[in-house]
C-alpha cells in the first residue's frame, strides 16, 4: 500500500510573494502541494467578503492575478485551506494567521521590505492590536510560525531588536532577489535614465507628498530621461496625469516588470520599497527613505537563485525530524476539521 503524500498549503498574496511561493513549491515534489491567495478569518473575513479590503492583498486586483496565475500554472488550488489538513503551511505573512492553520507546522517566508517603526505601530504592539493594524512594521510578530526564512543576516539581527526569537529565525535568502544579476540580461530599451518607483501609499491611506517626490526626481535628473514606473495598487489614469502635469516629458510605465528598468537606469528614487534591494545588489545609486549604510546591511543574500532550495531543505528537517507540534491537538484539530466538513455538507443538502 503506498503512504499518503503529506500535504503542504502555500498561502499566497501579491505576485511577488505567490511567485516566491510557488519556487519554493518546486523544491518539494515529494510533498502534496496547495496554494490558496491570502485570507482571514472573523470579522476581517466578512471586511474582504463586501469589499472594503480590496486595497489589501487579501481581495481585489490582488486576489485576481494570483488566482490566474495560479490557474495559468495548473496549481491545485484550495481557497481558504478547507480541503485538506496539513501537515506544514508556507505563508508570506503573518499579520493574520487563520486558526484553520494553527495546528499545522508554519514556515514564514520574509516577502521584501517591511515597514518602518512609527508612532502608530509603537501603539499597536503596546496596546496589543491586532498586528494588521500596523502593516508589515509588524512582520514576525505573532510568534506563531515554527520558523521565518529570512532574506539576510541584517534583516535577522533587525528582527531580533523587535523581539523575535533568534532560533526560529533561518537567513535562507529569499526567492527573487536572490539574483539580481540575471536582469542585466534585458531587452528594456532606455538605458541611463533616472527611475522613480512609485508607491501605493495613499492607496493604502497613508500620507504622501506626490508634488513633492515628482520635483525631487526632476532636480536629481536635472535634464537626464526621467522615467516612472507606477505601484500595481496604483490608479493609473489618475497617477499619470498628477506626473505629466509636474514632469510633462517624463515616460510613465505600469504593468510591466521593474527589475529590468532598474539594471538599465543610472540612479533609483522610491520611498520604502524592496525594489531598493534590486539597485542596491546591482551597485545603483539609490535616493530613498533609508540611509545607504542599512539599504547595504539589509540587502538579501545573493545565492545565485538557491534561496528556494534553502528554504526547502528547512521545511524538510522540520516536516521530517522534529517533533510533531502537538500529536494531541494535531489529531483533535483533524477531528474537528472532518467533522466540520461532514457539517457543512449535511447543511448544504438540508438547504
Not at 42 to 63: A, E, H, N, S
Not at 193 to 219: C, G, H, P, W
Not at 322 to 342: C, G, L, Q, T
Amino acid at each position: 500500500m503506498t503512504a499518503e503524500k503529506k500535504k503542504i498549503l502555500y498561502i499566497c498574496g501579491s505576485l511577488n510573494q505567490t511567485t516566491q511561493m510557488h519556487k519554493i513549491s518546486l523544491e518539494l515534489p515529494e510533498y502534496e502541494a496547495w496554494f490558496t491567495p491570502y485570507y482571514a478569518d472573523g470579522f476581517i473575513r466578512f471586511l474582504t467578503k463586501i469589499g472594503i479590503l480590496d486595497f489589501t492583498i487579501m481581495g481585489g486586483i490582488f486576489k485576481k492575478r494570483t488566482l490566474a496565475y495560479l490557474k495559468k500554472h495548473n496549481l491545485n488550488i484550495d481557497y481558504e485551506g478547507k480541503k485538506n489538513h496539513y501537515d506544514l503551511v508556507f505563508t508570506c505573512q503573518d499579520l493574520i494567521i487563520p486558526h484553520n492553520i494553527r495546528n499545522s507546522k508554519i514556515i514564514l517566508v520574509q516577502e521584501g521590505m517591511v515597514d518602518p517603526e512609527t508612532f502608530w505601530s509603537k501603539l499597536v504592539r503596546k496596546l496589543h492590536l491586532p498586528r494588521w493594524a500596523a502593516s508589515t512594521t509588524m512582520t514576525g510578530q505573532s510568534d506563531l510560525y515554527d520558523i521565518f526564512c529570512v532574506a539576510s543576516e541584517g534583516f535577522k539581527e533587525l528582527f531580533i531588536t523587535k523581539g523575535l526569537k533568534p532560533e526560529k529565525l533561518k537567513v535562507t535568502g529569499i526567492p527573487n532577489f536572490d539574483n539580481c544579476a540575471e536582469h542585466l540580461n534585458n531587452d528594456f530599451p532606455h538605458k541611463n535614465f533616472v527611475l522613480v518607483a512609485t508607491s501605493d501609499m495613499r492607496e493604502t491611506l497613508k500620507y504622501e507628498n506626490r508634488k513633492k517626490l515628482i520635483q525631487k526626481a526632476l532636480d536629481i535628473a536635472n535634464g537626464k530621461l526621467l522615467i516612472f514606473k507606477l505601484h500595481p495598487n496604483e490608479n493609473v489614469k489618475k497617477r499619470t496625469a498628477e506626473i505629466k502635469k509636474y514632469a510633462p516629458d517624463a515616460l510613465v510605465y505600469y504593468g510591466v516588470p521593474i527589475e529590468p528598468m532598474i539594471a538599465n537606469c543610472d540612479v533609483l528614487i522610491t520611498r520604502y520599497s524592496s525594489v531598493i534591494f534590486v539597485a542596491s545588489a546591482l551597485g545603483k545609486k539609490v535616493y530613498s527613505d533609508i540611509d545607504e549604510e542599512t539599504i547595504q546591511k539589509l540587502t538579501p543574500i545573493q545565492n545565485g537563485g538557491t534561496s528556494a532550495k534553502n528554504i526547502a531543505e528547512e521545511a524538510r528537517k522540520l516536516l521530517e525530524l522534529a517533533p510533531e507540534k502537538s500529536k494531541k491537538d494535531f489529531n483533535e484539530n483533524k477531528f474537528i476539521f472532518y467533522f466540520r466538513k461532514k457539517l457543512a455538507k449535511v447543511k448544504s443538502q438540508i438547504e
